[in-house]
């Protein structure tokens, strides 16, 4: 696991954001797509809707999406789970009408060697926040809520949950003013040890690209609901 991680460190850089990589048509597509696909969960807790992005459903945009894709982040595979025929979806569409926790999408074939992620709005209203933080663990979602955290029966697909952030990034204080501009829906004290590398404003059009060790969430930042596409990579 150790030479593993190593490796993936050699990959590791900054978050980036490239402007204007989509087309108005383009998003209009990948709203098409959204409202064609399926739903895989109605999360009413978390109130959000999630769709995976099957391959077939629209073949253009799928190329269009890989070469990009492939423009800023070279050779890749996917790593996106599998569908019910075991062939692998190209990514998740989520429509979520609030926040989403602090977690990592670090996979969950720890054997693996996770790559890059992307995020692409196809609404305007919205931020996420990446934090300088990183975990090798695999998919968690970070919380001090002890019902939380006695979840172990885990459905394919689903983040374990753990407090080992607090153990491990120390005790430092996180920034007030980002927190009450940023991230009201995350305790304060669940932030401790966290720094923030980017806030990523939503903007159509764009894509964000970042290491999927980081820790990262959606801001609080939200008017009725936004939807966005995340893909996952490996090498």
């Not at 070279?74 to 790593?79: P, V, Y």
């Amino acid at each position: 696991m150790k030479n593993l991680i190593n490796e993936i460190k050699k990959l590791e850089s900054k978050p980036k954001v490239i402007k204007n990589i989509f087309s108005g048509k383009e998003i209009d597509d990948f709203l098409k797509l959204y409202d064609g696909l399926p739903t895989t969960v109605h999360n009413k807790k978390q109130n959000v809707i999630k769709k995976r992005w099957l391959q077939g459903y629209n073949k253009g945009l799928e190329k269009i999406f890989c070469e990009r894709l492939e423009k800023e982040i070279g050779k890749f595979k996917m790593d996106n789970l599998k569908d019910d025929e075991g062939k692998d979806i190209l990514g998740l569409i989520q429509e979520s009408y609030a926040p989403i926790g602090l977690h990592v999408d670090g996979g969950f074939e720890l054997n693996n060697q996770i790559y890059k992620q992307s995020l692409i709005p196809l609404s305007s209203v919205g931020s996420t926040v990446i934090f300088k933080n990183r975990y090798y663990g695999g998919s968690t979602s970070f919380t001090q809520d002890p019902e939380e955290l006695k979840k172990k029966d885990l459905k394919y697909g689903q983040n374990k949950r753990s407090d080992i952030h607090l153990k491990i990034f120390g005790s430092k204080p996180f920034d007030e003013k980002i927190h009450e501009n940023y991230l009201q829906h995350e305790k304060l004290e669940n932030l401790r040890g966290l720094e923030v590398e980017l806030i990523y404003k939503w903007e159509i059009g764009s894509m964000l690209i970042f290491d999927r060790s980081h820790l990262h969430c959606s801001s609080s930042v939200i008017e009725g609901k936004k939807i966005g596409i995340a893909t996952f990579t490996k090498k």
